[in-house]
C-alpha cells in the first residue's frame, strides 16, 4: 500500500469518525464545544500538539508495519 493511499484511508476514517460521533452524541460535542472555549489558548494549543505528535506516531506505525 502506498504511503498517499494509507493517507487517504486516514483522513476518510477520520472524517467517518468525527461525523459520527456529532451524529450519534450531538449534545455532548455542544458540551465539548463549551468546554473549549472555556480554556485557555495555551491549553488548547498544548492539547492540539499532543494530538498531532500522537496522530504523528501512529501514521509511523502504520507505515512501517505496512
Do not use: K, N, Q, T
Not at 502506498?2 to 460535542?29: H, R, T
Not at 464545544?33 to 491549553?43: F, H, I, K, N
Amino acid at each position: 500500500m502506498s504511503i498517499l493511499y494509507l493517507m487517504l484511508a486516514a483522513a476518510g476514517l477520520w472524517f467517518f469518525l468525527e461525523g459520527a460521533i456529532y451524529a450519534i452524541a450531538p449534545d455532548f460535542m455542544r458540551r465539548m464545544a463549551a468546554r473549549l472555549a472555556e480554556m485557555s489558548s495555551r491549553d488548547v494549543a498544548f492539547a492540539g500538539l499532543a494530538s498531532a505528535v500522537f496522530g504523528a506516531l501512529l501514521v509511523v506505525f502504520a507505515v512501517r508495519g505496512a
